[in-house]
């Protein structure tokens, strides 16, 4: 089959490192390829610049008069194996920042998709959609009083349930907050006669016990902490001084990305 070269070669002489088109790939599919069969592999890269152009690949548009037409899908494929002969792997790469310099820095490797399906991540995987954390009941612990947080079940009739401490001992609940968020307020739910359980937040390091207040307030008002940027040792530390009587139903955290 006749190849075509539609780009300039990159390399030390014409016969390697092209860029070529090939009408068609065995599947049928119409294929750009990189190369000769006995070279390395390849980086299609944009051109250079004082802070880099980006580089987009994007699926086709459908026709400009297409009425309700479908765009094109964006697949990427790693290579083939024949046999028992394992596929290749799909593997994102980055190069995080270093010192002050003019070298380039290195590139280390992010996440990789393997042949059976499993993504391994460098890092935490975010959406960027989430707003909230909930709170759970068995979030809360109780404090050293000596007995534990209790569910409290007379209400299973009536399919009502809640939690409460002994007697008037508080109540923690410990947040984390996911890479790449920040902790801008807290809820806790409950019932409460004649008055609210008080309600406060700490940042806490899980290397110490020592920790900083970022808000106080009441149960079933959200409060307006100050911002906690999720660290590699930070979590939030919820206390509720709960009042004997005093139901706690839930609650959560608002996050936002940073």
């Known amino acids: 089959m006749a190849i075509k070269y539609i780009g300039k070669y990159v390399g030390d002489t014409p016969a390697k490192r092209k ?43 459908c ?33 995080p920042a270093g010192g002050s310099g003019t070298s380039y820095n290195s590139a280390v490797e992010k996440a990789v998709l393997n042949e059976l399906g499993n993504l391994q991540i460098d890092g935490r995987l975010t959406e960027s959609s989430r707003t909230r954390i909930k709170i ?16 409290d079940d007379t209400g299973a009739a009536s399919e009502q349930f809640f939690i409460e401490s002994h007697s008037s001992n508080p109540l923690y609940a410990t947040v984390d907050i996911p890479t790449g968020y920040k902790a801008t307020a807290v809820m806790i739910f409950g019932n409460f006669t004649p008055s609210p359980d008080a309600v406060e937040v700490w940042e806490m390091q899980i290397n110490s016990k020592t920790g900083v207040s970022k808000g106080t307030g009441n149960v079933d008002t959200e409060i307006n902490i100050t911002d906690v940027t999720s660290s590699t040792t930070n979590y939030l530390l919820i206390q509720v001084v709960n009042a004997s009587g005093n139901e706690v139903h839930g609650g959560y955290v608002t996050i936002a990305a940073v």
């Open 19 to 61: 860029f070529q088109r090939k009408a068609k790939d065995d599947a049928g599919n119409n294929t750009i390829q990189v190369g000769t069969k006995d070279t390395d592999g390849f980086i299609l890269q944009a051109t250079s610049s004082s802070n880099g152009n980006d580089l987009i690949i994007k699926g086709g548009d």
């Open 63 to 95: 026709g400009v008069n297409k009425l309700n037409g479908a765009g094109g899908d964006l697949q990427l494929f790693a290579g083939r194996g024949t046999g028992s002969g394992a596929s290749g792997e799909i593997s994102f790469r980055l190069f």
């Open 136 to 151: 759970l009941p068995r979030d809360f612990t109780a404090d050293d009083g000596g007995r534990p947080v209790l569910m």
